[in-house]
Each structure stands twice: as structure tokens, then as C-alpha cells.
């Protein structure tokens, strides 16, 4: 005996065989990726170059990670803190995004970390350098491209002491990043036997610098070691050798006081010893390749942030490669995304089990408009992820 199926049944197997059908077509589609990235205020150079240095990279793959094509996404997070998880929101629940990369800043990071946790959202941090992203905060969903505010800071403490300076004052925006770089400043300098004698500080992204100036002038320090970045690394610089204060009291600080910033400071950070995970002149031809490939699309220069941007797209290719592009293997690819050595413009390096890169960090000296590479400060450094459980 032959059964017939009631008519609603037949149309609701084929509503569902249909509704399956393109939940596949789906998952081999386009991948979504989102930037939350400052496009706008003093950070603006630096949201530029991560997403130019992420695309070059996907375009060099022929446009596509893992099999995927990918679909961009952005959002200006102008570097404001309390707009951070509005912003982040847009690109998890009304973009629905499979990945974001992002951002400059510690503050604005650190809300998009706690976002990404709470909604088991792929984060890869492609600047911001806030210690607890990989500290207290860290998750197997969420791994850096870049540095913690910890590891050039304490690389350029541990020069700072042994080129003899026994006093030094600090100079920084007063919010994450910023205290975060003066505090890990202060431990190795003290280490090596310097004492901090005082911490000045103005609030982000505020660049009047007087005052300080007139301080650092007055108590005639060893050195002075300050952590500004973008448009107010430009000032600060400037600011200080027009002060005159060059001339006698060494200014040293994280790379980000000069990168991407020698044209516009001209003269002033001429000769400045920073310390970073990355120079533009390292003659490797991995670094050779990618300078020319930038300079070539951008018709610009490469600089720290392109480098994190690049390796940030790197390290997303190779969780996917290890899922061929299936997003549902999460364990597989997130693993793979800390198991990778990256393959970077700076050189080789790996990610710590708390989502860091563990890498060398280099003194430089800026030269014309490059920062260039004078030796290791410290090989292969981790961030010691003070909090990290997992
Ligand atoms: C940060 O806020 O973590 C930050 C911003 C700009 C930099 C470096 C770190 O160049």
C-alpha cells in the first residue's frame, strides 16, 4: 500500500532540503572579515596602513584565504573608547562577520576583546597593544599580530640602563597603552640600575606639550623615554627639538615615536634610538619582497603598522588553510593560529600560548626617512601574559 504525504509535509521537506541547501552554498562563500580600525583622528595613518599591509597580503593569495574569497567590512572606531562596543557590535551582530581585525588602540581593544569573548568572536589584534588582551583577558578566539605594550618598552629599558643613564623622566598619553609602556619601561631600566625619577603624562590624544617640556627642562634628566604614536608622535618629537632639549638629554622611546612618522618630522627625530619588533631596512628578502609589493600597490612606504596588518591576514590564512576554509572546524583552526611560525617582513616569529608573538625586538636609529636596524635588543621576547589562564 502506497502512503501519500499530506501536502504540508511535502512543502515543508522542500522548504527545509532548500533553506539546507543554501546554508552550504553559504559556508563555501565569501568570507567576512571586519576591520575596526581608526580611519579618522590622530591614529587615522596607522588604520590605513594595517588594512593596506591585510589586503596585500589576501591579493598576493589571488584575493582569496584558505579557498575563500573574502568580503571586507569596516568600521572607524576614531579611537574612542566609549563608542568601542557599540562600534564592535556593528560588525558582529548587524555584519554578522566571521573574523575582525582590529585595532590601534589599547582602550578601544580592550572593549572589543571582552566583545569577542562574550560572543566567541574570531579577534585578531593587529596593533593595539593593551597587556591584558593576552594577560587576564586572553582566549583561545583571540590572538595578536603585533606586540604588548610590555615588550618594546622593556627592550628599550634594558638599552636605556646599559648606555649608563641613571635618571630618567617618562612622557605619555595617559590612558592603557601608555602606562603600560612606561611601566614596563621602568622594569628593566631599573633592573639594570636606573631609577624613573618622574612620569609626566597628558590626556589622550591631547598634544599640548609645554608644561611637560618646561618640567623635563628643569629637572635635566639622563634621558627621557615617551610613548606617543600617530599625529602626537609627530608633535612630540618636533616639540622637543624645537625646545632644544635634544641636544643634551636623549629621547628615547617604543618604535612607534618614529615610525611611519619620519617624513613629517624631518630634522627633529634624526638620529632617535627606538626599540621595536620591526626596521625598515632589514635586508632579508622576505622584508625586500614586501616593501617592494607595498610601495608598488600604495605608492607609499611600509612602515610597523602595514607589518602588523600583513602578518595579521598571515596568521588568519594559516588557521585557514589547516579547516580548508570551513569555519566550523573551530578548535582545528584556532589551534593552527597559535601553532603557526609566521613568516614575517620583520623575521620568523611564533605566538605565545596566550595569543602573542614571541619575537626579537630591535634597537634602530632613525636615518633619513627609515628607522634603521643597529642590533638585537632582545631575542626572541615573550610578554610574560602576567594573568593568562586558559
Ligand atoms: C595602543 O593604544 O596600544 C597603541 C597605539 C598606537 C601605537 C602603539 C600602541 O603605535
Request: charged share 20%; glycine share 10%.
Amino acid at each position: 500500500m502506497t502512503r501519500t504525504l499530506p501536502l504540508a509535509t511535502v512543502a515543508l521537506a522542500a522548504a527545509l532540503s532548500f533553506a539546507t541547501g543554501s546554508a552550504c552554498a553559504q559556508a563555501a562563500g565569501k568570507l567576512k572579515v571586519g576591520f575596526m580600525l581608526p580611519y579618522s583622528g590622530t591614529f587615522a595613518a596607522l588604520g590605513n596602513s594595517i588594512e593596506n599591509g591585510f589586503r596585500l597580503y589576501v591579493n598576493e593569495q589571488g584575493g582569496k584565504l584558505g579557498g575563500r574569497e573574502i568580503e571586507f567590512f569596516k568600521v572607524d572606531d576614531e579611537s574612542e573608547p566609549s563608542k568601542a562596543t557599540d562600534n564592535v557590535n556593528k560588525l558582529i551582530k548587524r555584519d554578522q562577520v566571521d573574523v575582525i581585525v582590529g585595532t590601534v588602540h589599547s582602550g578601544v581593544a580592550m572593549a572589543m576583546a571582552k566583545a569577542a569573548k562574550d560572543t566567541n568572536t574570531l579577534l585578531i589584534v593587529p596593533n593595539a597593544g593593551a597587556d591584558a588582551v593576552t594577560g587576564v583577558m586572553c582566549a583561545p578566539n583571540i590572538v595578536r599580530s603585533s606586540f604588548s605594550n610590555w615588550q618594546p618598552a622593556f627592550a628599550m629599558g634594558k638599552v636605556a640602563a646599559e648606555k649608563g643613564a641613571k635618571k630618567a623622566i617618562t612622557v605619555t598619553w595617559n590612558y592603557a597603552a601608555g602606562n603600560e609602556s612606561v611601566k614596563g619601561f621602568a622594569e628593566a631600566f631599573e633592573k639594570g640600575g636606573g631609577k624613573v625619577v618622574k612620569d609626566l603624562n597628558v590626556p589622550f590624544p591631547n598634544v599640548e606639550f609645554q608644561a611637560l617640556l618646561t618640567e623635563i627642562a628643569a629637572q635635566k634628566p639622563d634621558a627621557v623615554y615617551a610613548f606617543f604614536a600617530g599625529g602626537g608622535a609627530v608633535k612630540f618629537v618636533k616639540d622637543y627639538a624645537a625646545a632644544g632639549l635634544n641636544k643634551t638629554i636623549p629621547l628615547y622611546g617604543p618604535g612607534f615615536l618614529t615610525d611611519g612618522t619620519l617624513e613629517a618630522q624631518g630634522a627633529a627625530a634624526q638620529g632617535m634610538l627606538t626599540t621595536l619588533h620591526y626596521a625598515d631596512n632589514l635586508d632579508t628578502p622576505r622584508n625586500n619582497a614586501f616593501r617592494k609589493g607595498y610601495a608598488l600597490t600604495y605608492k607609499a612606504n611600509a612602515d610597523v603598522y602595514a607589518v602588523q596588518g600583513y602578518d595579521a591576514a598571515q596568521i588568519l590564512a594559516a588557521g585557514l588553510n589547516a579547516v580548508k576554509g570551513d569555519l566550523a572546524k573551530r578548535d582545528i583552526l584556532t589551534t593552527a593560529m597559535r601553532k603557526v611560525t609566521v613568516d614575517s617582513p620583520r623575521g620568523k616569529f611564533t605566538i605565545s600560548p596566550a595569543g602573542n608573538p614571541v619575537q626579537d625586538v630591535y634597537l634602530r636609529e632613525a636615518k633619513g626617512n627609515n628607522n634603521e636596524y643597529r642590533a638585537v635588543a632582545v631575542k626572541a621576547l615573550a610578554d610574560p601574559a602576567r594573568g593568562c589562564k586558559l
